[in-house]
């Protein structure tokens, strides 16, 4: 089509006259006037000559992103894994040819390169693709790098037993918790079945992890890959703390103290720091079912490697109460490693954030009604963790009612200024519902009748990397992210 300046005409030329572009076209042109003169068409095609790769990624046997240096014609692989054995993936410019076959396995430990030519023919370019060993940014992780790992059903791939308790009240609860050791992440479900351990990447099984025959409550892992391991205890009973870097090697004991309370405890342990080094280890008390709530949490404190203080603290003065594990409980948090900065904590049906400092003031709290959380979520779920220089602290939501469309969330904070839990927007969510708030797939639909579920993040062994594991056992997911903290620049 053309278009007359002078008065707008559109003078439609896409009807086929029998003519080809490639040739001189003649028409004869009329302007609004009655004026006419002859105009010639012709065309020419150039082909492009661009052949720039603009993404590249290993994909098999698991995902690393590269990153496409244009100036120097390289793609850096940032990363400290063994890259034997790996296949990938690339896209390039419209219309140009990568010529190098990337779904052969090679060892990218050693550089390899790519080829690509352009649409012309003529063109090509080649890349080096080099491993290189990342530095960190300043603090915290590279937003750019988060992705989900997996996110499966638990009962098919995990083959977690099934509970429906108004079918089968003998059914023993189940009590989920996680920890990241020895270059996994362990699952246990403190209902008699095993613990099991599984791949950091994938979410499968690899095997059983060695609990040492001893009757273990909860599970969970601080800093440096250290999984702690907790007893439960009723009023007046002990509680004993174990430790292991391994999941073949059985865990030792570090601690024991009496729950000198009306309540018991041990179902929900959370740690901060590193317990070999400086930590805070929170074990929150259960309420009773019919009976009472409670409001208390035993505080342990550790320096240097070893225990100095355990101390059980009652939140009751400040209107605070929850019910009993796994469902109505509470898992208070230690926002730090200091046992003077505080926790945080949210409970089924208060469903608000708490933040409390180390003087037992409230100072901060959110009700998850900003994030269109209902009473149809359990909401007793958190974690706090520092990584890179920069602390965090992770709220998981589970669900009451999945048959009703009630899935799990998960939602990461900025932990710097925990009062700012108040106005402070996630900086790591899943996907998206149609109302803009983060939701994981699950795959159960029936009652399970225990919304009970656990979260756990923590760094790998070189520090570059930054896991997040989270099960839902009611609706049925078990998940995990990862992101990094490498300086690409």
């Not at 089509?1 to 490639?22: H, K, Q, T, W």
């Not at 937003?143 to 079918?167: C, G, H, Q, T, Y």
């Not at 089968?168 to 209902?191: C, E, K, R, T």
Request: glycine content about 8%.
């Amino acid at each position: 089509e053309m278009n007359s300046a002078s008065d707008d005409i559109i003078y439609d030329l896409s009807v086929d006259s029998g003519y080809y572009l490639e040739e001189e076209n003649e028409y004869t042109f009329t302007n609004a006037k009655g004026e006419s003169r002859k105009i010639i068409i012709t065309g020419k095609r150039t082909k492009s000559a661009k052949c720039n790769i603009t993404k590249f990624s290993l994909t098999t046997p698991y995902k690393v992103e590269g990153f496409v240096n244009e100036a120097t014609k390289e793609i850096y692989i940032f990363t400290t894994d063994d890259l034997v054995g790996f296949s990938a993936e690339a896209e390039a410019a419209p219309h140009a040819t990568i010529n190098t076959d990337l779904t052969v396995a090679k060892n990218y430990n050693d550089k390899q390169t790519v080829t690509v030519t352009a649409h012309d023919g003529k063109t090509t370019c080649t890349y080096s693709i080099v491993k290189k060993y990342p530095t960190k940014i300043p603090q915290g992780f590279r937003s750019a790098s988060v992705r989900m790992l997996f996110n499966i059903d638990p009962f098919v791939k995990l083959k977690f037993p099934e509970k429906v308790p108004l079918e089968d009240p003998a059914m023993p609860n189940i009590y989920p918790s996680l920890a990241i050791v020895d270059g996994y992440f362990v699952v246990y479900l403190a209902d008699g079945s095993e613990p099991m351990y599984c791949d950091l990447l994938t979410g499968n099984e690899i095997g059983k992890a060695n609990f040492g025959g001893l009757d273990i409550a909860a599970i969970t892992s601080d800093e440096d890959r250290n999984m702690i391991l907790s007893s439960h205890a009723d009023p007046k009973g002990t509680v004993v703390l174990y430790k292991t870097k391994s999941v073949s090697e059985a865990p030792v004991q570090f601690h024991s103290f009496v729950n000198d309370t009306d309540v018991p405890v041990g179902y929900n342990i959370k740690v901060n720091g590193n317990i070999d080094d400086d930590a805070v280890i929170i074990l929150s008390h259960e309420g009773i079912a019919g009976v009472t709530t409670t409001a208390k949490y035993t505080k342990i404190v550790i320096t240097n490697g070893e225990v100095v203080s355990t101390e059980t603290i009652d939140l009751s003065g400040l209107g605070l109460g929850w019910g009993a594990a796994p469902t109505n409980g509470a898992k208070v948090v230690p926002v730090s490693n200091k046992p003077d900065t505080g926790v945080m904590l949210c409970y089924y049906s208060d469903n608000t954030i708490h933040y409390i400092d180390g003087n037992g003031e409230k100072l901060a709290s959110r009700n998850l009604a900003d994030f269109k959380v209902t009473t149809n979520y359990n909401t007793n779920i958190m974690e706090a963790k520092s990584y890179n220089n920069s602390p965090y602290i992770i709220h998981f939501t589970t669900s009451h009612f999945p048959m009703w469309g009630i899935g799990p969330q998960i939602r990461l904070f900025d932990g710097t200024a925990p009062t700012a839990i108040t106005k402070a927007e996630p900086i790591l969510d899943a996907s998206y519902d149609a109302d803009g708030y983060p939701v994981i797939d699950w795959f159960k639909q029936d009652f399970q009748g225990c919304a009970a579920g656990d979260i756990v993040m923590g760094p790998s062994a070189d520090g570059f990397k930054l896991y997040i594991y989270y099960v839902d056992y009611n609706a049925g997911a078990i998940g995990g992210f990862v992101a990094d903290c490498i300086d690409i620049k």
